[in-house]
């Protein structure tokens, strides 16, 4: 079974400073999805930035980038120039490739971005 | 296009009483997913629909809990005497069936039972 484990529940940041949430998960899948999704006080869940295994070169998308390191099962993302807005419960998540219908969560981390 | 929609926002039940919940995901998308979330927690996986057939159903975690989706669009999550442990928010998503890694979520009904 997989498992996905965020080690830090709460994190703070200084607006415009750079931080780095956490994340391991385990499965014994050769090909499968990575994601961090954050979840906004009103509780949308939006798709932050999402990792294909197979593919060695990390995800970027503008602010949001991610190391990720397939032999470690570590994928941790990085968030630079915090904004207020990205203030939320971040949570990583997993999905097998073929015959993957659910998504694993972790716990989440709570990040507050501080003016 | 609008997105996925969930009704209602909120429900408060007596323990004991059935409860429904409505998702609408987005329209011409194939895979709709239920995840149950629990305060303070990650969501977990309900059910997974592709068109009417529920092709998982593992997550459910009793037989008081049923979801459908008979024409492959709108579903309802039933939930069957309800106990306080069903207290979370019930999560709707859906996705193209081609691209169930890209999986759009509404914002959820918040069910407390008293």
């Known amino acids: 079974a997989q498992t996905v484990t965020q080690s830090q529940p709460e994190m703070s940041v200084q607006e415009a400073e750079t931080v780095t949430l956490s994340c391991t998960y385990d499965?014994?899948?050769?090909?499968?999805?990575l994601f961090w999704y954050k979840q906004p006080p009103s509780r949308q869940m939006i798709l932050v930035i999402r990792q294909e295994a197979y593919k060695q070169q990390n995800a970027t998308e503008n602010r949001f980038s991610v190391n990720f390191q397939k032999a470690a099962k570590s994928f941790s993302l990085k968030i630079s120039d915090s904004q207020l807005g990205d203030t939320a419960m971040y949570f990583c998540?997993?999905?097998?490739?073929?015959?993957?219908?659910?998504?694993?969560f972790g716990a989440g981390t709570r990040l507050f971005v501080k003016a | 296009g609008a997105g996925v929609s969930q009704s209602p926002r909120y429900k408060v039940a007596k323990r004991g009483q059935d409860v429904a919940l409505r998702c609408d995901p987005i329209s011409g998308h194939v895979s709709l997913f239920w995840y149950q979330q629990a305060l303070g927690q990650g969501p977990e996986f309900l059910t997974y629909?592709?068109?009417?057939?529920?092709?998982?159903k593992s997550g459910l975690p009793s037989d008081r809990f049923f979801a459908e989706r008979p024409e492959g669009s709108v579903s309802t999550l039933k939930i069957q005497r309800t106990q306080q442990e069903d207290s979370a928010v019930y999560l709707c998503?859906?996705?193209?069936?081609?691209?169930?890694?890209?999986?759009?979520f509404g914002p959820g009904t918040r069910l407390t039972v008293t």
């Open positions: 499965t014994s899948e050769n090909n499968y999805y």
């Open positions: 998540a997993f999905m097998k490739d073929t015959g993957g219908f659910k998504t694993i």
């Open positions: 629909f592709q068109n009417e057939a529920q092709l998982d």
């Open positions: 998503a859906s996705s193209l069936a081609q691209k169930r890694y890209e999986q759009y």
